[in-house]
């Protein structure tokens, strides 16, 4: 099984760079940890520099990776500048670095980025200049996942496509098959459940009296009453089983004349109503 050590650059006092209302070091942990669950999935055994926003000192990262005995080393980064567009960094050895490097830089310009190509820097030392790429004594590259100063790379930026472009990437390079992740069951029309719709056959509802009604849909419902003010309506909340949207209507005490009321629930573009008997 494939060892990946995963580098979410920069946290704690060290933000990276900063823009827009964003710090690199919070969107580096974002694609880091869902990055981790990727390549999990796909086979993987992954670790990672860091999983919370803490500083760990740039010198330590190849270091920690090298003692787990990493078979590749991937760092996560947003660029920052005045450019746009995405770039992987490879070590000046080429190899499998540079290879690593080309498939995940192709899964990132996939995503629709400026394509700013693999690069790599030579230092004075006439070794790697990046500390990450460096330090490592296993094939390791640094992407940066667009520029967090540009409007067109933030508007198009998304954590979770971020880590399935790596991660595709890197099962590319090392030839095994990517699994995507099994997707949640969608529901395209309003099912609302727990209720029959026609007074008399209505739900009875004495006045303080709440009831939860449950509308499967994917969007927030919209939800009107009519009925003069004979019931309160709470604003829909999402399922914590995940179902759809609950929206609780309490009985108020009724008026000498209308004894129902009924809300009507749009949502994906289908309307439905619930009726309700006030007793
Ligand atoms: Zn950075």
Redesign the pocket.
Known sequence: MLKVWIDA??GGIQP??CSQGYK?KDL?LQIATLLGTELTRCGFTVAQTRTTDVDIPLDTRGPLANKWGADYFVSV????GGGRGAETWCSIAGGKSKALAECVQAELVGLGYVDRGVKTRKGDDGRDYLAVIRQTNMPAVLA?VGFIDSTEDMARFDASKAAQAIARGICKHTGVAYKQAVTVPTFTAPEITGLTLDTPNGKDLAAGEKYTVLARCQEKPAVTTVGRDVIAVSEPRLDPKGRGWLIDVQGLPPEPVVRHGHITVTADGVTQQCNFNVI
Do not use: K, S, V, Y
Not at 77 to 80: D, P, S, T
């Open positions: 650059g920069h990276g760079a690199e580096t980064h947003l660029n920052a940066e």
